[in-house]
């Protein structure tokens, strides 16, 4: 029943290595994003696809790298973690573009914890 | 660009108070507003929008939202708040010109019921 998931919930892991978060969502939705929100809760966006299509792609690290096999999951990968990622990491979809009305309405996974020691 | 402003880190109220959550905005063109609130360790939840039509636009439980384009503003409002409303709520801000459903979001206000 769960609308948008998200694996791992949690993400423990040591500066230098490379990690992959899941996401996936069963509501028939054209686009999804990825945001970073940090310890004092400031939400940012950092990419978006929209049919497996990047359509946004804001100011990131190429360190982080997103991929949509298909438009029902959207994966972010990390290489060489840095202390600065430790944040909890949200996915998002929405109905699409066809309609601007509707486009906006932002479905949120749980989060992932991702801590960088 | 589009951007929001919410001026209140914290709002605290009473239980069985009105309250209010306050937000500003600057866009290009007619504004498309949203409110989400975030319960603790969850994502954030859709609450409501404005996109045309009334100023006054009803959302989920019970809260609802006044735009005011003289003023930019897009308050969050309940007349009775409850303790189960403490919560961190977020005011979002698009606009048609904005490429691929992106919207800002806010840094958020912390709202806290007492009993």
């Known amino acids: 029943d769960t609308a948008v998931s998200q694996t791992p919930k949690y993400l423990v892991t040591q500066m230098g290595n490379d990690k992959s978060i899941k996401c996936e969502q069963n509501l028939g939705h054209d686009t999804m994003y990825w945001y970073k929100q940090d310890s004092k809760k400031f939400l940012k966006i950092m990419f978006s696809?929209?049919?497996?299509?990047?359509?946004i792609n804001e100011t990131v690290p190429n360190r982080f790298s997103p991929k949509s096999p298909d438009k029902a999951h959207l994966n972010l990968h990390i290489n060489s973690l840095e202390l600065g990622d430790s944040a909890v990491y949200f996915c998002?979809?929405?109905?699409?573009?066809?309609?601007?009305?509707?486009?906006?309405?932002?479905?949120f996974g749980p989060g992932t914890r991702l801590t960088v020691t | 660009a589009q951007s929001v402003a919410q001026p209140e880190d914290q709002v605290n109220v009473a239980e069985g108070n009105p309250l209010t959550v306050k937000c500003t905005y600057s866009?290009?063109?007619?504004?498309?507003l949203f409110w989400y609130v975030q319960y603790p360790n969850r994502g954030l939840q859709f609450l409501l929008k404005y996109i045309t039509g009334d100023n006054l636009v009803k959302g989920s439980y019970g809260f609802e939202a006044e735009f005011n384009k003289s003023q930019t503003s897009f308050h969050l409002k309940k007349p009775s708040a409850l303790v189960s409303d403490s919560a961190l709520y977020f005011c979002?801000?698009?606009?048609?010109?904005?490429?691929?459903?992106?919207?800002?979001f806010g840094s958020g206000t912390r709202l806290s019921i007492r009993p």
């Open positions: 696809y929209n049919n497996k299509e990047l359509i």
């Open positions: 866009v290009s063109g007619n504004p498309y």
């Open positions: 979002a801000v698009s606009d048609l010109y904005s490429s691929a459903s992106k919207i800002i």
């Open positions: 998002a979809s929405s109905p699409g573009l066809a309609n601007p009305a509707f486009s906006y309405e932002q479905y």
